[in-house]
């Protein structure tokens, strides 16, 4: 508001003119200077990462705060140099303190890092290098996690120096019941599946047909039960791209042992749970080649016999030969055939909900068929485990 009214007086007095030069350089001033801050080493324990990584850290995400202004590390290297100072084992408050001083900083930065059981604990020191005293500390816990350790750092470092951190971040990081959700984090979804699929069409008329006349005598609904095992491919981020093995066991509740093997080509998207899945089925079914009499010359019209029928209806001649059968023979469903492996095509599409560590995939599919689609869900549990 100053400004405006200088400016606005067209500069009219030397006296205003110069008070216009000086707010401008404090206002400049206040805006570029920060106080100095030196990050030293810190000090680890039971971590993977050595504690010059662990300091390269630090001094990022303090640096990213804007807080302060941090001292180059090859600045501070030759500073030490110079001065014939070893700072490898310096955590001490009075070490600090001569450590900045011949730095000319204003606050040093310390702490330790150390791994106790399934926990990680991090402590940070902020020292005040012309009171030599410790300003403000910081010590948090974390689960150990170690691929997330700069986060871990962030939120202690946001937290000394009273930044709200992201709080779901938080939640993730220390809670046990609430498991992290990054990239380096996938979900899978191992274990155990159930559902239901119905049949429709000529195939599910002969799933409900009497034994008698080829059918299997059972419902168009059948329960299914089996295992999901899947192998991730490719995962960017929140996308991930995997094979799916699902087998599984039906018509148990008739009587039956219908086994079945699915191969899907999935995608997945973890942080919604959204899925979608295609692939091929392979199942093994009873078939039988057989005729239908349309002409009723064996049997009632239009009815299913099998291929030797035919040839049980009418006896050889003179020259031991059997009349042609004029029907075309195909291969059917059929409790009398054989078992054989056939193929079909699954398309599925699904979410997982969540409820902490535990994952409950819901999906519904398709198989697609000529003689009857069939369509059906599947349910199923899995516990992430804890990470150690």
């Known amino acids: ?45 039971g971590l993977d990462y050595d504690s010059a990584t662990i300091a390269f850290i630090v001094r990022l995400e303090v640096d990213k705060t804007e807080v302060y202004s941090v001292i180059d590390k090859y600045e501070m290297a030759d500073v030490f140099k110079a001065a014939d100072y070893n700072v490898q084992s310096c955590f001490s408050r009075s070490c600090l303190v001569n450590a ?50 700069q986060k871990m750092i962030e939120i202690s470092v946001k937290k000394l120096f009273n930044i709200e951190p992201d709080p779901l971040t938080v939640s993730q990081l220390i809670n046990y019941d609430v498991p992290v959700a990054s990239p380096q984090t996938t979900l899978r979804l191992n274990g155990p599946r159930m559902g239901i699929a119905y049949t429709m069409g000529e195939t599910g008329d002969r799933l409900m047909a009497s034994k008698d006349e080829g059918g299997f005598d059972m419902y168009r609904a059948m329960f299914q039960f089996g295992y999901q095992k899947e192998v991730q491919y490719l995962s960017s981020g929140d996308f991930q791209a995997l094979i799916e093995f699902v087998g599984q066991i039906g018509g148990l509740e008739n009587g039956r042992f219908i086994p079945s093997l699915s191969l899907l080509n999935g ?26 009499d349309k002409n009723g010359l064996i049997g009632e019209k239009g009815a299913w016999h099998l291929h030797d029928d035919w040839f049980n209806a009418h006896e050889p001649d003179d020259a031991g030969t059997r009349p042609l059968n004029p029907y ?61």
């Open 328 to 388: 075309p023979v195909i291969s059917r469903l059929d409790s009398r055939g054989k078992p054989e492996v056939t193929t079909g095509l699954i398309v599925a599409a699904g979410r997982t909900f969540k409820s902490g560590y535990l994952n409950v995939p819901f999906n519904l599919w398709t198989s697609p068929r000529k003689d009857g689609w069939i369509v059906g869900f599947s349910v199923g549990f899995n516990v992430s485990r804890k990470p150690r």
């Open 1 to 45: 508001m100053v400004l405006n009214l200088l400016i606005q007086s067209n500069m009219k007095t030397p006296i205003a003119f110069v008070l216009f030069f000086w707010l401008s350089n404090m206002i400049c001033g206040q805006e570029t200077t920060k106080p100095t801050i030196a990050i030293m080493n810190m000090d680890a324990q």
């Open 100 to 149: 900045g001083k011949l730095l000319n900083a204003d606050k040093m930065l310390s702490g330790d890092i150390a791994r106790f059981g399934e926990k990680i604990i991090i402590t940070l020191r902020l020292i005040d290098v012309k009171t030599e005293t410790i300003e403000r500390s910081d010590a948090s816990e974390y689960l150990n996690i170690q691929v997330e350790l």
């Open 267 to 292: 995608f997945r998207w973890g942080k919604s749970g959204w899925e979608f899945g295609v692939g091929p089925n392979f199942k093994l079914i009873q078939r039988a080649d057989g005729f239908f």
